[in-house]
Nanobody, 114 residues
C-alpha cells in the first residue's frame, strides 16, 4: 500500500493547515492509521491516530488543536491543525498498520513561524 501526504507548508503561529494522506487502496484494511512527526534532532512521535472503528487518540501536546478524520470514499486520512505553534514545526508522516505490516508516507514539511 502506498501513502502520499500533502498539505504541508509555511504558516504563522496561530494559523491552520490541513494535511491529507491518500492511500492507494481501501483504508478499512488497516487496523490503525495515524500521523507522526519528527522535528530536527528529535525522535519521531505519534501526533494522532484513528482505528478501523473510528476511535481517535491524540498526543497531549496537540489535544484540542488537531483533529484527525477520514474520508472512506476517497481513501484518505486528514489532519486538521489549528492554533499552530512554532514547536509544531516538523516533518509529518502518515502511517498505516495492518497485522505485522506497517506503511509510511514520504513526509510533508510543516513550518510554523513565530
Amino acid at each position: 500500500v502506498q501513502l502520499v501526504e500533502s498539505g504541508g507548508g509555511l504558516v504563522q503561529a496561530g494559523g491552520s493547515l490541513r494535511l491529507s494522506c491518500a492511500a492507494s487502496g481501501s483504508i478499512l484494511i488497516f487496523n490503525t492509521m495515524g500521523w507522526y512527526r519528527q522535528a530536527p534532532g528529535k525522535q519521531r512521535e505519534l501526533v494522532a491516530g484513528i482505528t478501523r472503528s473510528g476511535m481517535t487518540n491524540y498526543a497531549d501536546s496537540v489535544k484540542g488543536r488537531f483533529t484527525i478524520s477520514r474520508d472512506l470514499a476517497k481513501n484518505m486520512v486528514n489532519l486538521q491543525m489549528n492554533s499552530l505553534k512554532p514547536e509544531d514545526t516538523a516533518v509529518y508522516y502518515c502511517n498505516a498498520l495492518v497485522g505485522g505490516s506497517e506503511s509510511w508516507g514520504q513526509g510533508t514539511q510543516v513550518t510554523v513561524s513565530p
